[in-house]
């Protein structure tokens, strides 16, 4: 059967600070309560099926990957979800679920785009999979309006219910944008259908020091260049192929794009939460703690507000952000990497208060999760349990303990707590002491479930 990869491993930098290294655009959950990776999944469902559908993505995000789709309560192999031992770009990505689950038809699909789909999608890939022999697909959006910041295929002679390609071409500025969409080029989604033995003749042809990572698998990635699959592959390969959808798309590149995706009730202020607005006009407005915004005689104005970071800039000039983005990383100041919501393999926190003395957390223990047994030498802690039920062990003692309950946990004293419950559990962490970092942990014996 044919197999789905969904691309879950980009670092967002063009969304700061909605979107951080450490949970980046693919997994933020702000349309209707689902993130785009879930819609993505979503999308490819009907066409594949649980069982066909792969995630590519890296270490850091296996765990967020996993805990979405048990969200979503499909039922797929852990398997399923390929993991990089490092981000060396799409090609070699597609290459290690090559190696994994063997020769085969394969669709090609990034998680952090926005597409109203109308069974468009569907009926492109069955068009794909009628000219895959001797092919490598790609898919082109019609475009709706010139874009500068996203490349065109240029399709050339018919080919079934596509089009053998012409030519790949790089972001172009207005004008040139105008005339390509006159002329009938398409978007470039980076979104492809190949079968395998097709794929891997063109990888051995244009880029033959990557076949490394089909032969070999994740042990090959000390030993490869990072590389781009349009760029390697596609830009060169003469068995390119174009299949048009018609649906609506948006890749969501920038707080811009934004403008198309999020409801404007009407008005010309776009926005997620309560805005109160006085003579504003074509503003986007965006609010982690749905804040009421008060926006006052101003006009083409990006506001982005998160618990520990404020963004506001130019609608016309907001992919300038990276730039924000660039400077902290090289500072190395964690706000590049990290909200002040952090996530687990067993839930999430989050920072309420931070002090050079205490710290003060909400933790959220998913059902059936539980975090290892470890202990700190630089604090004490006291956790206090607000919903649900907490099966905990402090110094080899067990107890249980529900809402309204607290327990202390003593410097060095070895502890872990689980969740034995069917809803999240709720709790509020104190932590107090000289040097309160995440690195203060010390793992207690065997137990190699993950902090």
Request: with cysteine.
């Amino acid at each position: 059967m044919p197999k789905a990869i969904i691309l879950a491993g980009g670092v967002g930098s063009r969304l700061w600070p909605l979107s951080r290294e450490a949970y980046p655009k693919q997994f933020i959950q702000l349309f209707d309560g689902s993130s785009l990776f879930q819609k993505t999944v979503e999308r490819m469902l009907p066409i594949f099926g649980p069982e066909d559908i792969l995630v590519s993505t890296g270490e850091r995000y296996k765990f967020i990957v996993q805990n979405q789709l048990d969200a979503m309560k499909l039922e797929m192999d852990k398997d399923q979800i390929v993991v990089e031992p490092e981000g060396k770009s799409t090609l070699p990505a597609l290459l290690l679920c090559m190696h994994k689950f063997g020769k085969g038809e394969y669709g090609v699909f990034p998680s952090d785009h926005s597409i109203d789909d109308d069974g468009g999608l569907q009926n492109s890939i069955q068009h794909a999979q009628a000219i895959t022999n001797g092919h490598i697909i790609s898919f082109g959006f019609v475009p709706h309006r010139p874009h500068t910041g996203l490349g065109y295929i240029k399709p050339g002679a018919p080919l079934g219910k596509g089009f053998k390609v012409d030519k790949f071409i790089e972001k172009p500025n207005l004008e040139l944008a105008k005339r390509y969409v006159d002329d009938g080029y398409f978007w470039n989604a980076g979104m492809l259908y190949t079968k395998s033995k097709n794929f891997l003749k063109e990888v051995e042809l244009l880029s033959p020091e990557h076949m490394i990572v089909h032969d070999e698998g994740a042990s090959a990635y000390s030993k490869i260049k990072e590389v781009q699959l349009e760029y390697a592959i596609l830009e060169k390969t003469k068995k390119a192929a174009v299949v048009p959808i018609s649906s609506y798309w948006n890749d969501l590149g920038s707080f811009s794009s934004f403008f198309e995706v999020l409801d404007n009730n009407g008005g010309s202020i776009v926005t997620n939460t309560e805005v109160l607005d006085v003579g504003a006009k074509d503003s986007l407005v965006i609010s982690e703690e749905n804040k009421l915004v008060g926006l006052v005689d101003v006009k083409d104005l990006i506001v982005v507000d998160t618990r520990d970071a404020l963004f506001v800039g130019s609608r016309h000039s907001s992919e300038r952000v990276k730039e924000v983005f660039k400077y902290l990383k090289s500072k190395g100041d964690t706000r590049a990497k990290y909200h002040t919501t952090i996530y687990r393999p067993w839930g999430f926190f989050t920072l309420m208060e931070n002090d050079s003395r205490y710290k003060v957390k909400k933790v959220i223990v998913y059902p059936g999760k539980r975090m290892t047994m470890h202990r700190h030498y630089n604090r004490t802690e006291h956790w206090i349990v607000a919903k649900g039920a907490a099966q905990i062990e402090i110094g080899g003692v067990p107890s249980v303990i529900g809402p309204g309950e607290s327990v202390y946990v003593p410097r060095g004293a070895a502890h872990m707590i689980q969740n034995p419950g069917k809803t999240p559990l709720e709790m509020i962490e104190v932590q107090i002491g000289d040097h309160l970092v995440e690195e203060d942990v010390e793992r207690v014996g065997d137990d190699m479930v993950e902090l």
